[in-house]
């Protein structure tokens, strides 16, 4: 195992076990050497310091507000190459994870990805937001929904609160335009019943501090939204 990742882990304040080292060390390689160009970095030293990281400094946020706890229901929106969700699954092993991602290679890689390291309690879906959205089976039915440059806040809103249960949080990881974002998302939030929960930074490893914006969702999302697919980033609320 290298020391450097179990450094990372070590300075986060994450006691994990040899194999859940393995896990991320295994995810880190196939993250990096996959064909399907699934994240910038190309680099196996480079995923783990920066995107891994980041991850898991996301994952100490999350849990030290209580929204990682066994049973946990997430779903990862625009999983791409499975960040954040993987290394949140692999880290808390008790959450039961779902990552949603439109594109077709992505979804097998993260299919065969969940099968190789035996992470059980993961589903892939394969679609969009709008869609899965109207969804009985998904509709209402998370209590945590985790995105990571996906699409402007507004857009993420009408994205992610039609998948929550009432009570239950987005949590969005931004940069240097959260509070414009924020700003931004007025109508959204008063639209789809939600509300500002925190915005807390979180400082990974290596890298700019990263922005979190929590939010909570109040009630039921009128059935109109999600609207049909396109519409909400043509149009944002």
Known sequence: MPADLAGLCTGLGLDLSPAQLDQLEAYAERLATSAHNLTSARDRDQVETRHVAESLALGRLLDAHGLLQAATRVLDIGAGGGLPGIPLRIAWPGIVLTLLES???????????????????????????????HDAAHREQYDLVVARAVAPLPVLIEYALPFLRPGGRLAAVKGSTALTEIDASVAALSELNARLYDVPVFQPPHGQPQTAVLIEKLSPTPARYPRRPGIPSKRPL
């Open 103 to 133: 594109v077709g290679k992505k979804c097998r890689f993260l299919e065969g990805l969940a099968r190789d390291l035996a992470l059980d309690s993961v589903t892939i879906l394969e679609g969009r937001a709008e869609t899965y959205g």
